[in-house]
């Protein structure tokens, strides 16, 4: 069955849409070489000189595309909506007491603030509440935890939770016995266990907040479209403080909405999946998604790191549709606190990505996901090949100063070879390289002004101009610091070395110089032996290359002072880079903003004195992971050593294994009683 809107099938729009898309991106860019071979020396005859336009060329594709899509999310969105969008298919009549169908909302964690993801869970709960619906849903804390006292304060902040909203049977909690493919590994032994028992999930990262009326939209949509299997939402960034995390939520708000409405133009039912936010069709995904290991050796092998493009593509090689929603409003995440955790996440992503050189090619993959694989690819694999082009430019400009012009060629001539110059032309493809890459900037820029109410919720059009304007400045300086970033995680990645996928920093906290040396030293390095070599034996091609050089020199500055709270309080103070989620104070995300960790003794402490936490994590490991079989001269072992030596001389590979050994755990209890000296610990029962 072919989803159609208005009787209309979207497939055949969509052949158009992304053949014009192709056309627009590729032919302007075969353009451009020709005109930058003309402005060459050698007008391109030199292999040095071929190298560059291959490059550039590529690379200008890339922008084009980039533009192209913006401008398409613009003109969808002057319109007022596409007419294949997959909202168009929810009569806005519908009846609030329809039936929907069971739906699982699922959040994968690992060593999180605690009580961060428990109180955004209870946000999302109260709010599904509100909605009258929330008897057709259940809500799943998987946990991959391996910090012992994480482990033991998720429980007791779950229970917290389910005593406070009433929701023991409703919000469950369970720790996985090994962590094997992450959070895919981790959505996969959901599935196993209780997939059946549910026809939709909703997947959510740590940092997620969803309201209610959003998710229920969700399930309405996709209950009213039988062959669609993922529905994506568009998140809006929201909750950080820091200068760098505003600029970050500034951009996304001004400039995600318009981007997200361009993907959707040409991808419609071929889209991505990012991974959270997002509905997902449980019986194809169950049925045809599963990860295999990559074959071979070497960093590109093995588990698949990024995992939700690859289900993406295999749903939609099953038969069915992946779409994003990218009006769907109550979508929202938290964003990277400093450019440094930013980067981190982005070595991760570009080591998945890279992965998918492997799986582009294999068969029965949709030809649009063949290329989203590739985009992916090239999202990372740009920057070398940016940071290479800059470098043989560098080298053409200094062959060329060293050149002595030879105003009389080898034939025999009356009249000299005057030089060209082309400075015009190089001006003019500067100027429209730059057209390309800051005009979205601007078109969004109209959209926001065309909507009264979210002008004044972001401080007015002057306010909103200035934020744009420093907002440009900033992504100006940092695109040299990602470009060498993300240069060397593509070479340490093809050298075989395998990222760390830890727990994401989620918390506003602030980056120290020590920090920021040790992480953008080689970014300063090479920063000013590249700007002092080009000066002396090229000045010209200096000014041409200062905007690359400003933002490696400066690297540590702007990664220090961009992390700090103080100036992201500042800005929000004289009325810039607000968003209309600051500036009205939703209750939804209002609550979390105030979001702070008790100070109560550790986790695995806790667990082993107090009596109330004690029997909650015993109940939780008999339920969910049995009794270990551990030998009994081991456990007493154990036992002992915690019970001579005191609870935190154990390393935490023993903890660990105190938590999970229920017999263990419950002699150590009574022992510790028994001695009466457990008044040490100060605990006070908190369930």
């Known amino acids: 069955m072919d989803f159609s809107v208005h009787g209309k099938p979207w497939r055949k729009a969509a052949r158009r849409r992304r053949g014009g898309l192709i056309v627009l991106s590729f032919v302007p860019s075969l353009v451009v070489a020709r005109f930058l071979a003309e402005m060459l020396p050698e007008q391109g005859s030199t292999p040095l000189e071929m190298m560059i336009i291959a490059l550039f060329a590529i690379l200008f594709a890339w922008v084009s595309s980039g533009f192209w899509t913006s401008v398409a999310g613009f003109v969808t969105m002057i319109r007022g909506r596409d007419r294949y969008a997959i909202t168009t298919t ?19 964690i690992a060593n999180e603030n605690v009580a961060r993801v ?11 509440e509100s909605t009258g619906q929330l008897a057709y849903f259940d809500f799943f804390v998987l946990s991959d935890s391996n910090d012992p006292d994480k482990w033991v304060e998720e429980e007791v902040a779950w229970a917290q939770l389910c005593r406070r ?60 479209n039988p062959k669609v299997g993922i529905i994506q939402t568009a998140p809006i960034t929201v909750n950080r403080k820091s200068l760098f995390a505003r600029i970050r939520q500034f951009a996304n708000r001004v400039y995600g909405p318009m981007f997200a409405a361009g993907l959707n133009y040409w991808q419609l039912g071929e889209a991505q999946y990012w991974g959270h936010n997002a509905i997902i069709r449980m019986a194809p995904f169950m049925a045809h998604c599963g990860l295999p290991r990559l074959p071979g050796k070497g960093s590109l092998s093995g588990d698949i790191m990024s995992h939700d493009f690859v289900e993406a593509a295999l749903m939609r090689r099953a038969g069915w549709t992946v779409w994003l929603a990218y009006d769907l409003d109550g979508s929202y995440e938290e964003p990277a606190t400093t450019l440094l955790d930013d980067l981190k996440r982005d070595r991760r992503w570009c080591h998945g990505n890279l992965q998918h050189s492997k799986i582009m090619l ?48 080898v034939s025999p001539s009356l009249f000299p070879q005057w030089p060209v110059s082309y400075q015009l032309w190089s001006i003019s493809l500067f100027v429209f390289t730059m057209c390309l890459l800051f005009l979205p900037k601007i078109l ?27 907002e440009s400045l900033s992504s100006m300086l940092l695109a040299p610091i990602r470009m060498v970033a993300h240069s060397r995680f593509v070479m340490v990645t093809l050298l075989g070395k395998r990222s760390q996928w830890g727990s994401q920093q989620r918390d506003d906290y602030q980056l120290g110089w020590r920090s920021a040396l040790a992480y953008h030293g080689v970014d300063t390095f090479i920063g000013i032996v590249w700007a002092v070599t080009i000066y002396l034996l090229a000045p010209g091609f200096f000014w041409w290359l200062l905007p690359v050089l400003v933002g490696l020199i400066l690297a540590m500055p702007i990664s220090f002072y961009s992390s ?32 702070q960790e008790d100070e109560v003794p550790s986790g695995f402490v806790r667990a082993v004195v107090d009596p109330f936490v004690n029997a909650l994590h015993l109940r939780l490991l008999k339920r969910d992971q049995g009794m270990a079989r551990r030998p009994w001269v081991e456990r007493e072992q154990l036992v002992r050593k915690a019970f001579d030596k005191g609870l935190d001389n154990l390393t935490n590979k023993e903890k660990h294994g105190l938590l999970s050994d229920a017999q263990a755990l419950a002699q150590l209890h009574l022992q510790i ?15």
């Not at 050149?403 to 060629?409: A, L, R, V």
């Open 564 to 595: 700090r709270k103080t100036l992201g309080t500042t800005t929000r103070r004289w009325g810039l880079f607000i968003i209309p989620e600051e500036s009205t104070s939703a209750p939804l995300l209002s609550d979390l903003a105030t979001t």
């Open 118 to 128: 428990f109180k955004g869970l209870e946000v999302i709960y109260r709010s599904l």
């Open 444 to 470: 969004a820029l109209v959209l926001s002004f065309s909507d009264p109410r979210c002008v004044l919720q972001c401080g007015g059009k002057a306010k909103m101009v200035l934020s744009v304007i420093l």
């Open 362 to 409: 294999a068969k029965g993959i949709h030809p649009v996901h063949r290329s989203l694989f590739f985009m992916g690819i090239l999202a990372y694999g740009s920057a070398p090949l940016w940071f290479i082009l800059l470098l043989l430019s560098s080298f053409e400009a200094v062959l060329q100063a060293a050149t002595p012009i030879e105003y009389f060629g």
């Open 673 to 687: 009683w028994e001695k009466d000296d457990h008044s040490q610990h100060e605990i006070q029962p908190t369930i």
């Open 165 to 224: 909203v009433n929701g023991f049977e409703r919000i469950h909690y369970r720790m996985r016995r090994s962590s094997i493919k992450r959070k895919s590994g981790n959505v996969a032994e959901f599935c196993r266990r209780w997939g059946s028992s549910y026809v939709h999930m909703v997947v959510l990262d740590a940092d997620s907040i969803m309201s209610g009326d959003s998710i229920v939209r969700l399930v309405r949509m996709i209950d009213e």
């Open 90 to 108: 929810l009569a806005e009549d519908q009846e609030d007491e329809a039936t929907l169908s069971k739906t699982a909302i699922i959040m994968p």
